[in-house]
């Protein structure tokens, strides 16, 4: 039997096909079999968060950081995407205290993700007067009230944070509990190291006063040995009043402060000309989010400060 040159393309070709639909097929139920199960997600709100999360978890594991590094978490809000991938995620750490309420109000709403806030066995200050204002000075009604929420500023803070995540972790997914605590006692041992550097570096700050750009820095202040003097804008985002301005030239020229403090996600243009071209304060920075270098770890976010101050 002659078989035509066509049809015997044909054949060829069809049992070409043939095989690597069958190969296909084979790969696709192997992969079905042998591919591991998805990765544990976990999400947080802020970079110290995630960070701190980070070292706790593992490679293992999947965190999701909400705020963009460089974003204020002041008036961030979430967008429709973050609100998707969150679904995955088996539990949201949160600081708390209104600081973060535009994550978990949103994923309250959108979500039945469990929310964790961070600030168990932490020691809560309150915004007081004294905060913002020497003994004797009166500010105005808008300062902040309530708690303040910066309470990650410190290192045993941090340390108290990446326990409450280790055992929150523990039981969510206890078949690696061992990991988790093997991590953070890693962890904590290797912030313990860092406390000691910058308390060391603290004491050799000439100055203990200093302004910042808004209330973000009294856990720090009290705990490395400085005094925030005063907040440029009584309320995160809002300008100072006209008694605001003339109680801090008033401030600056009686402490003998020298230098004003920005954010990277506060800066405040008319605070610095303010302070250096009327007051000739030098403009320094501080960052309580960090994120970006050199404040690209949460040890490194908390040199960088403690180093700024001390300068």
């Known amino acids: 039997m002659i078989v035509s040159p066509q049809k015997y ?145 410190t290192i045993p803070n941090g340390q108290q944070i990446a326990t409450t995540i280790a055992q929150t972790l523990q039981e969510i997914d206890p078949i690696n509990s061992e990991v988790y605590a093997s991590n953070l006692i890693a962890y904590t041992e290797e912030l313990a190291t860092v406390e000691k550097e910058l308390q060391l570096q603290a004491r050799s700050a000439k100055h203990t006063e200093f302004i910042a750009v808004h209330n973000a820095w009294s856990y720090l202040a009290q705990q490395y040995g400085f005094e925030l003097a005063a907040a440029y804008e009584p309320v995160a985002g809002k300008e100072p009043s006209i008694s605001d301005i003339q109680r801090l030239q008033k401030l600056v020229s009686e402490h003998n402060i020298g230098a004003f403090y920005n954010e990277p996600a506060e800066h405040s243009i008319g605070a610095t000309r303010f302070f250096q071209d009327n007051l000739g304060l030098s403009v320094k920075t501080l960052d309580d989010i960090g994120g970006i270098p050199p404040r690209d770890t949460y040890i490194n976010l908390m040199r960088e400060n403690i180093r700024a101050l001390s300068e």
Do not use: M
Not at 98 to 124: M, N, Q, S
Not at 128 to 133: I, Q, V
């Open 9 to 153: 393309l044909f054949i060829i070709t069809t049992v070409v096909v043939l095989l690597l639909a069958a190969g296909i097929i084979t790969l696709v139920a192997r992969q079905s079999v042998e591919q591991p199960p998805s990765r544990l997600t976990i999400a947080t709100t802020i970079f110290p968060l995630a960070d701190i999360a980070r070292n706790i978890a593992g490679e293992d594991v999947y965190v999701i950081q909400l705020l963009p590094p460089g974003a204020s978490p002041h008036s961030y809000n979430l967008s429709p995407q973050q609100l998707t991938d969150i679904n995955n995620a088996k539990v949201l750490f949160v600081i708390g205290h209104k600081l973060d309420a535009w994550a978990a109000d949103a994923i309250t709403r959108a979500t039945e993700v469990p929310i964790v806030t961070v600030d168990e066995g932490i020691k809560l200050r309150e915004f007081e007067a004294e905060d913002e204002h020497h003994e004797g000075e009166e500010g105005d009604e808008h300062e902040e009230t309530g708690t303040d929420p910066h309470y990650w500023l």
